[in-house]
């Protein structure tokens, strides 16, 4: 049976004017509408497609993908207010998603960004938005191990840092001081796993935990300076955004890894930045 809200493997029946039929089980024939049907498609073929409400309230499919489908968050804009039922946000399709007063926790104007949690109207069958983020996320303390990497959507700052949901399903936090600059609202990024608490709170980091993360930025930084005749001018006072720019990592990666490398005698570490330990000290310098 088709799942409404989701990305469905459904057989084409027939062809008709309007555009294709397919087989959605339960739900009947579902329209799959010509403008979207792949070239090249035949009845009796197996087409991925999206199954969703048209604004006639008539069970159709397209090839086209939503921002987020059921089960999924995402930030997504206000494009219309209807005060007696809502808003409507833009999801990526023709008809237009509403998020209705119910489920707002303030009340939302045109252009407003909101995140928001995409799910199904068990009563009706409609695909909606709810800002109620807390009531849809998953409580049950994840099995993620530490340096997994994960997906995140970050959801706003906190005194610590940054919330985020992890995976579409879990809150997450990433602390101010493994940051290089602000995130925004909104933004989707690759992070990773430092921690689940034993109350099922979730620590995470943009760079890997541990050896894990230290031992591939190590070669990062010896492949930098090689590069640079053996000489870089990064150090402690070197500004987190420069080091992001430089390396790709947080301020607080580079020391654990030039630290390292320090100890593996690998590197020179000076009051200028850094050299490879191979690299003779630069004539005159009193600070080598």
């Known amino acids: 049976m088709a799942q409404i809200g989701k990305r469905n493997q459904l057989t084409v029946i027939k ?16 329209l799959l509408p010509g403008q979207y049907i792949p070239e090249g498609s035949k009845p009796g073929d197996a087409l991925d497609v999206f199954v969703y409400r048209d604004s006639e309230d ?6 086209e993908t939503p921002h ?10 206000v494009v219309s207010v209807n005060p007696k039922v809502g808003v409507f946000l833009d999801w990526g399709l023709a008809k237009d998603l509403l998020l209705p007063i119910r489920e707002q926790k303030e009340r939302l104007a045109y252009g407003d960004w ?28 994840p099995p993620y191990t530490e340096g997994q990497p994960v997906n995140l959507l970050i959801t706003g700052p906190t005194p610590l840092g940054y919330n985020a949901i992890v995976e579409n399903a879990h809150r997450g936090l990433l602390y101010h001081n493994d940051l290089s600059a602000p995130l925004a609202v ?3 990024i690759d992070g990773f796993v430092r921690e689940v608490r034993e109350d099922g709170k979730i620590d995470l980091s943009l760079d ?3 050896y894990q993360r230290v031992a591939p930025l190590t070669g990062k930084i010896l492949e930098a300076l090689a590069a640079s005749g053996g000489r870089m001018p990064f150090h402690d006072d070197s500004s987190p955004e420069e080091i992001r720019a430089a390396f790709g990592m947080s301020k607080k990666a580079f020391k654990q890894a ?3 490398l320090f100890k593996q005698r690998q590197i020179v570490i000076t009051a200028h930045g850094i050299r490879l330990a191979s690299t003779p000290p630069q004539a005159g310098s009193s600070h080598e």
């Open 114 to 141: 909101v995140i928001v949690h995409v799910c199904l109207d068990t009563k009706t069958d409609r695909i909606v938005a709810s800002t109620r983020i807390n009531r849809h996320l998953n409580l049950v303390p």
């Open 68 to 77: 987020a489908m059921v089960g999924e968050f995402a930030y997504l804009r």
């Open 258 to 260: 030039i630290g390292s």
């Open 186 to 188: 909104g933004e989707r």
């Open 208 to 210: 890997r935990a541990g």
């Open 15 to 30: 062809e008709a004017p309007p555009g294709f039929y397919l087989d959605g089980g339960e739900h009947g024939e579902l």
């Open 58 to 63: 008539r069970l159709v499919a397209t090839t």
